[in-house]
């Protein structure tokens, strides 16, 4: 999940734990076989497919597990997966974008739905929440790639929009339609990125407080350990002196 550096680091908690590795590799695996059976299977000639191979490797997935899901795309024997996006309300009145890869629509409209009721949100009409948010490119680099004035530095010669940076990671935003060329200018400088793809950045932020922090993030790994759920998005900010008392 893309956002707010504030919450960054509850991100980082939760994607720490070993036991949702195996969950993380069988989403990216579905979404590389996805870009790849949507375009060219050569990551050089398919943007999208180098993006997501570049996040997967990030994430230390195995070479074999990469080259199955290319090779499934190639031999035309994959799952037609469809890409849905969710609008709903969490804990607080956030504002919550899910976007999911599915072969069954009826499931995930389903599983999506549950998750949303049994943690105090409910999901709303197409339009509800994205409004409040920018569809953007954005590209990721650990920390110790350089200090914040070096990666501004770059990302500025790379034509990117903004930079966020935080205590492990850097977030290069950029408009969508530049994300693939400002990508290749930064691994000039940089090097390869942990990740690059379009994400949802919101407008404005929602502070959430100690009473409502603990159901809120119960709901979001809710809907994170959904199969088909491949992206979270929120415009929760979490204040530093709550995220001490988690």
Known sequence: MAGHSKFKNIMHRKGAQDAKRSKLFSKLAREITTAAKGG????NF???????????????MPKDNIDRALKKAEGGDAENYEEIRYEGFGPGGVSIIVEALTDNRNRTATDVRTAFAKNGGNV???GSVSHGFDKLGLITYPASVGDPDKVFEAALEAGADDVESGEEEHEIWTASDALHEVAKALEATLGESTGARLA?????????????VQQLLKMIDALEDLDD????????????EVMAGL
């Open 200 to 212: 949802w950045r919101p407008r404005e932020w929602t502070e959430v407080g100690a009473d409502t």
């Open 229 to 240: 759920v491949q992206n979270v998005y929120g415009n929760y900010d979490v204040p530093d």
């Open 46 to 60: 398919n943007p999208r497919l180098r993006a997501v191979i570049a996040t997967a490797k990030a994430n230390s």
């Open 124 to 126: 709303g009409s197409s």
């Open 40 to 43: 060219n299977t050569d990551p």
